[in-house]
């Protein structure tokens, strides 16, 4: 008799529970939400990302450290400042970057399903170290998106381009892969015709930024696209340089789960205040609903 509990339908994979892969992580989580579909870890990526089942995470999105704050200059405010986004993002040499690269990218390709994907964000600081690290691990690159940010801060030296793009790349765990892509809901989303791989989105709105700063806070437009293309609902996301949880709060308005990793206490701090707006708000929204279909069916309040 055919083994019931053992069976996957074709074309399924077998699936990992949310709370089940939460249980196998040893470490205290640094936040859970309401909701039990959100959870924030205060630990170096590396740790939780090995005890993590292999095989169950649908997707993951990595913002990892650009190593571009070594005494640079950059345009802030209209103002010329020196470029120092923390320690983590000090560069000890393009060797050890790399084999940071391998070895975080490595662990990702683990615990990603057989059909998972991966979306890496970087400028030309680490942008070819992360795609030659794909390369080497077997990934098989899907695109390269190039982001546009429509309104960039000026170049103040005057002896280069402005930097106005950076790179984001898809990734599947490797050539076997059959990867999803919700290829009608993109191209709906641009005008019924195909989306292109140039994404013109602007830099974090000031809205985005009421709960604190994140000095590479990415644009939450940007994560809810990458999420709609590459995600079902209800899919496992992971980010294991989360900061302040742009892929978190993406991830929750859009009915997926999330789980989040960072070594800084105080850009989790700002995760959580951005999480809790998000349920807030989602629950405000709730009971205004309910309230309409109350009048609508006449029912007094
Ligand atoms: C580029 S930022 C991510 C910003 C994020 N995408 C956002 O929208 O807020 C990189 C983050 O990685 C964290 N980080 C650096 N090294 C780490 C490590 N080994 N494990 C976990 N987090 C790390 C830093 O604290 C920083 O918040």
Known sequence: MLEYKNYIFPGFEMRHSYQKIIAKIPNEPFYTNKDNNCTL???????VMLVIPPRSIDMIFADPPYFLSN??????????VSVNKGDWDKSKGIEETHKFNLEWLKKCQDILTDNG?????????????????MQQLGFKILNDIAWFKINPPPNLSCRYFTHATETVLWAAKNKMSRHYFNYTLMRSMNNNKQMQSLWSITAPKPEEK???KHPTQKPLALLERIILA??????IVLDPFTGSSTT???????GRYFIGIDNN??????SIRRLNAEAKSRRFVKQEIKKVERELAG???
């Open 41 to 47: 870890f205060k630990a170096n990526c590396l740790d």
């Open 71 to 80: 005494g640079g200059m950059s345009c802030h405010a209209g103002r010329r």
């Open 117 to 133: 994907t991966i979306w890496v964000s970087g400028t030309s600081h680490v942008i070819y170290s992360i795609g030659f690290a």
């Open 210 to 212: 009421v709960f604190g």
């Open 230 to 235: 590459s995600t079902r609902e209800r899919d």
């Open 248 to 254: 978190g709060v993406a991830a929750y308005k859009l």
């Open 265 to 270: 206490k105080e850009y989790l701090d700002k």
């Open 299 to 301: 029912v007094s309040p």
